[in-house]
């Protein structure tokens, strides 16, 4: 922002999204304070607001002419207070920025309907975000922050790890930016730091469609849909199972536990788990699962209509296949 953007102008912020609405604000605030390192703010709440209060708020003061007046809560203007707004919004002062914010809703929307016709209103609106927008709001934070960009699966783990709280995400993608300057991030980088909670989700489904119990496998494939998994999470543990699975059945006999982890890739403890769903594979029945997974990765990625349906029909052929 520009101080001719927001001195002798009306900012309107709207919408539900708390987190994008007070960095708005913040932004504001930030505009005002690098203009005049001695300006003074003011804030009130829209149900205290009147003409007079509002002419106190915004007149120059002893110390600085400059101003930055924010009225929150812009929905519970009352009645008798709305001309007296509309009236200085037409002809705000000169040094004075004023911020009104509404949060979202029909209630105050009358007044929005006028505000946004007067010539020295910009509003930035903070509706909340669709689940296909996170991602691209986690790549724009990560641009934010000065970090060069990070693919589109790593933002996915990201927003299974941390959620789908805006404010959560951004400290999440200003650490990543930090930790590693000027570097396209990962699925590496992100699972390094956030990815154990998602992970977890991914296999267990992956776990149980691998060791034939279908039953299991479809209910918790069921939950972690339910609870916001990313359906390239499940597609992505399949294939590390069936990597491993691969690599156990290959394997020479008569390794050390250890040597064997390590030619396999998997820590010690998960030997017993990829034993037991060893028995009922052989390495054809495996070569079809690897096929099987690639073609649900792609149809999840855009080849099919429904992630969902790709996704079970994926733990019914690998359930049957190992049966097989």
């Not at 069936?242 to 998960?270: F, Q, T």
Request: with cysteine; net charge negative.
């Amino acid at each position: 922002m520009r101080a001719e953007d927001v001195l002798g102008r009306v900012t309107l912020v709207t919408g539900k999204e708390e987190f994008l609405g007070a960095r708005t604000v913040d932004e504001v605030k930030a505009t005002v304070r690098g203009y005049d390192a001695e300006a003074e703010f003011a804030e009130s709440t829209a149900s205290d607001l009147t003409l007079a209060t509002l002419g106190e708020m915004s007149a120059p003061s002893l110390f600085s002419a400059v101003r930055c007046v924010v009225v929150r809560g812009l929905e519970n203007l009352p009645d008798e207070s709305v001309e007296g707004l509309l009236g200085y919004a037409a002809a705000p002062v000169d040094d004075v920025a004023l911020v009104l914010v509404h949060g979202g809703g029909q209630k105050g929307s009358g007044v929005l309907t006028k505000l946004r016709k007067l010539a020295a209103v910009t509003e930035h609106k903070s509706e909340e975000l669709k689940p296909s927008e996170f991602a691209g709001f986690v790549a724009h934070e990560v641009r934010r922050h000065g970090g060069s960009s990070i693919d589109r699966e790593a933002a996915d783990v990201l927003i299974e790890a941390i959620g789908r709280d805006l404010r959560s995400l951004a400290g999440a993608a200003h650490q990543l930016t930090n930790d590693f300057p000027g570097e396209r991030i990962g699925e590496a980088q992100v699972r390094r730091y956030f990815g154990g909670r998602a992970e977890a989700k991914s296999f267990a489904v992956a776990d149980a469609a691998f060791a034939g119990r279908d039953r299991v496998a479809l209910e918790e494939l069921r939950w972690a849909l339910d609870s916001g998994t990313a359906a390239v999470l499940v597609t992505s543990a399949f294939a590390g199972s069936a990597r491993g699975l691969a690599r156990l059945v290959s394997a020479p006999r008569g390794m050390r536990d250890a040597d064997l982890a390590r030619e396999v890739g998997v820590p010690p403890w998960k030997l017993r788990s990829l034993r037991d769903q060893a028995r009922g594979w052989t390495e054809p029945g495996l070569a079809r699962a690897i096929r099987a997974v690639a073609q649900a990765d792609a149809d999840i990625k855009g080849a099919a209509s429904d992630a969902s349906y790709a996704l079970e029909r994926l733990v019914l052929t690998i359930t049957s296949l190992r049966r097989a």
